[in-house]
């Protein structure tokens, strides 16, 4: 059973930046796939970002392209999300989510991944 613990949430102005963290137990965890989802109140969970497991194909959401980042340490076993030029509407609880690799893809349908964290609240207030 592989846990995933996000960490780097808050509250921030619009404009602003915040890094999301996900640290992960699995023992194979460079080659596992990536991605951050999120949920707003009364929406459905949406993705946000996504990354194979080499880490060299970045797939962003419209919503946040240019703005976030997502990256990942194998050293560490965590994973990223930068977040910046933050605007209200990306206020949400964010979840990283992640998944033994099949291809060399990113993925970005969340029935795809296995694992989950308990997710982040991130607010951004205008």
């Known amino acids: 059973q592989v846990q995933l613990v996000e960490s780097g949430g808050g509250l921030v102005q619009a404009g602003g930046s915040l890094r999301l963290s996900c640290a992960a137990s699995?023992?194979?965890?460079?080659?596992?796939?990536m991605a951050w989802f999120r949920q707003a109140p009364g929406k459905e969970r949406e993705f946000v970002a996504a990354?194979?497991?080499?880490?060299?194909?970045?797939a962003y959401a419209d919503s946040v392209k240019d703005r976030f980042t997502i990256s990942k340490d194998n050293a560490k076993k965590t994973i990223y999300l930068q977040m910046s030029s933050l605007k209200s509407e990306d206020t949400a609880v964010y979840y990283c989510a992640a998944s033994p690799a099949q291809d060399n893809a990113a993925h970005t349908l969340d029935w795809e991944y296995h694992y989950w964290g308990q997710g982040t609240q991130v607010t951004v207030s205008s």
């Open positions: 990354n194979n497991w080499r880490g060299d194909r970045p």
């Open positions: 699995a023992r194979t965890f460079g080659t596992y796939i």
